[in-house]
Nanobody, 133 residues
Framework: EKQLVESGGGLVQAGGSLTLSCTAS??????????IGWFRQSPGKAREGISC????????SYADSVKGRFTISSDDASMTMYLQMNNLTPDDTAVYYC????????????????????????WGQGTQVTVSS
């Protein structure tokens, strides 16, 4: 079964930083053949796209709420994707998920493509990030 496994969540004070990692289980996460993304969900709220990246299409996006503070990246050798989060605030408290979608499953860059949860079909179990004030 294709799965992603997140790590790196935890409790941090406002203004602090965390780096989330995500690795593949049951398949090869080739970043040339997959679009990747980070999402988060707070209690009572819908899951939202934080940042999505398709390296081969040079398509990168960030939610307005995290621009300038969060950075998505990937490492081909270790097949690991990352989310560097700086200057965290209590509003960033949520469960964070990584996700991927193979190029053959969606028209990356097409009119319906975007950093939306329904676009991605391989998910991690989520990792809790809590930011205290």
């Amino acid at each position: 079964e294709k799965q992603l496994v997140e790590s790196g969540g935890g409790l941090v004070q406002a203004g602090g930083s965390l780096t989330l990692s995500c690795t593949a289980s049951g398949f090869i996460l080739d970043f040339d053949q997959h679009a990747i993304g980070w999402f988060r969900q707070s209690p009572g709220k819908a899951r939202e796209g934080i940042s999505c990246l398709s390296s081969s299409d040079d398509i990168l996006s960030y939610a307005d709420s995290v621009k300038g503070r969060f950075t998505i990246s990937s490492d081909d050798a270790s097949m690991t994707m990352y989310l560097q989060m700086n200057n965290l605030t209590p509003d960033d408290t949520a469960v964070y998920y990584c996700a991927a979608v193979p190029r053959g499953h969606v028209w990356i860059g097409g009119p319906d493509y975007g950093c939306y949860p329904h676009i991605f079909d391989i998910w991690g179990q989520g990792t809790q990030v809590t930011v205290s004030s």
